[in-house]
């Protein structure tokens, strides 16, 4: 089962690398940019095909490891 | 002093920290790989030193912090035993939530190696006995991601209960934000858990311990301990 974790910075952290991303777009005259918030994306497959346990092992992954919930919100897709 | 040196893959100052820590105590510490489950019997002091574990990926420090050693670590520091963890170390123990807030990436975006200044907000912990408190420092920085982060919450907890340990400022011990290279909130180089006992420091005091290197301002800290351990005993 194929699945997807993002990571994101919560709002109001502060994103240099983001920041400096938005900055470099502008710069190239990508028009219509407001801001950038750089994230992490996490492909993940999972053996079997329980839903519910891949969510619950997804979930584990992402508390105990992918995202540091201090500044990240994270989000799982089973797909 | 019976001191333990954890080691991770990537971890590149150990031995910098081992020879500091054998030319002031007398004792040659122990280097305990990553993989270990227990430390050396009769530890007083666990020091996680800095480097680049695990290459910095995913988040500095985060997939040492989940290594099978850590365990001990945390037990070591739960019976209030003394953890020092440098640059990379106080990364690692952030994640590991031994000390709480984030280091994130400088706020310039720029690798910064060079002296800076600290001063040393108290003087009576284990760690800065050594030292008068308001004394300023010359140290060696060398990190892209030491910008202190915490809630304001916990910031404020710190704060009030005189739980930073260290402060970058100017020459003369003033805060002053062109001193706060890195963008540490409230110019946090180093913090303290609440029971005192876990060090956390993103600039490198094993590195001035010698006059001709040019500056003996970090030897403070560790004849401190030194001291505290020879006067328990």
Known sequence: MKARVTVTLKSGVLDPQGKAIEGALKSLGVSGVASVRQGKVFDIEIEGGDKAHAEAA?????????ANTVIENYRIEVL | MKSAVVVFPGINRERDMARTLKLISGGEPVMVWHAETSLPAG?????????????????CGAIAARAPIMDAVRAHAGRGGL???????????CEAGLLPGVLMRNAQLKFICRDIFLKVERSDTPFTRGYNAGQVIRVPTAHGEGNYVADADTIARLEGDGRVAFRYTAPDGSVDPQWNFNGSTNAIAGILSERGNVLGMMPHPENHVEASIGSTDGRGLFAGLSDHFRQAA
Request: proline share 3%; aromatic share 10%; with cysteine.
């Open chain 2, 83 to 93: 953890v020092l963890a440098v640059c990379n170390g106080f990364q690692i123990a």
């Open chain 2, 43 to 59: 530890t007083d002091l666990v020091v996680i030193p800095g480097g680049f574990s695990y290459g910095d990926y995913l988040r």
């Open chain 1, 58 to 66: 997804l979930k584990e992954a992402a508390e105990k490891l992918l």
